[in-house]
């Protein structure tokens, strides 16, 4: 009875032992894998882009550039439905050649007037990358800045963030200094070719 008693005692504090060394190098191992603080802050990146002065410069802009466009889409639409309507009147008197010359003609104008409609848009839309890459090469220094002075050492957009302290919002600060430094950016759409 007594060596099942020391037995018994003997297995407790070999388990014991166990146990206390598997803890003490389990805390020097996250001791040296520690990971270092993190201090973040939290940036509303579209808010940005939305109401930037830069960015409400560049959408009027180009509201100027498509409506001038449109001004001079809507004349050639006008053309077209001329001709049409002529060729549809020239339909019953012109010899089935004749009349499929001129068919073709018209379909070969309507082609051109939708391809200038493309290259437009390509055009603006080019322009429009170029431009508010403008504010995006301008606003990436200005948040790396805030983060240096408020010691943050991630920089995370609001869209990612379900809840946060609203201490760790950079957004409002990086908007007026935007503003400041880049206040308005030209918009240069390339003329079709």
Do not use: Y
Request: aromatic letters at 4%; proline letters at 2%.
């Amino acid at each position: 009875m007594k060596n099942k008693i020391f037995a018994a005692t003997l297995g407790v504090v070999i388990a014991f032992s166990g146990i206390t060394s598997f803890h003490s190098s389990n805390a020097l191992a996250q001791q040296s894998n520690q990971l270092p603080n993190v201090t973040m802050a939290i940036v509303d990146i579209q808010k940005i882009m939305r109401e930037s002065s830069a960015s409400v410069s560049i959408r009027a802009q180009i509201d100027k550039v498509r409506a001038k466009f449109q001004s001079e889409l809507d004349a050639k639409e006008e053309s077209l439905l001329q001709t049409d309507e002529e060729l549809k009147r020239q339909r019953a008197i012109l010899a089935p050649e004749a009349f499929e010359e001129k068919r073709k003609s018209f379909e070969e104008e309507v082609l051109g007037v939708q391809r200038d409609v493309q290259g437009q848009n390509a055009r603006i839309e080019q322009a429009i990358g170029i431009a508010t890459g403008r504010i995006r090469e301008k606003v990436i220094p200005i948040l790396a800045q805030i983060m240096e002075e408020r010691g943050a050492s991630v920089l995370v957009d609001k869209s990612q963030v379900l809840v946060s302290d609203k201490a760790l919002e950079v957004t409002t600060t990086a908007l007026d200094r935007l503003n400041k430094a880049l206040p308005d950016v030209v918009v240069e759409v390339a003329k079709a070719e």
